[in-house]
């Protein structure tokens, strides 16, 4: 297995690793609700995919302090 010969500058690694980037989600705004959503997606805050109630969303109660 090869191993290099001399030790590369930080620089010289650091220029490779210039496209080792996260990309953004592509979020559009769910024609229903607003909110975003990834696309051809159900929206998880509506449950809406389509123009049609695909999933019917439980909202959580909250627990009241005795």
Do not use: N
């Not at 010969?5 to 229903?32: D, Y």
């Not at 805050?45 to 909202?59: H, L, S, T």
């Amino acid at each position: 297995m090869p191993l290099p010969k001399k030790r590369h500058s930080k620089t010289r690694g650091r220029k490779r690793r210039t496209h080792w980037k996260i990309k953004l989600a592509g979020l559009v705004p769910c024609p229903h609700c607003k909110k975003p959503k990834m696309p051809h997606r159900i929206c998880l805050a509506c449950g809406f995919y389509d123009g049609k109630q695909a999933v019917e969303i439980k909202i959580k109660k909250k627990k009241k302090k005795a």
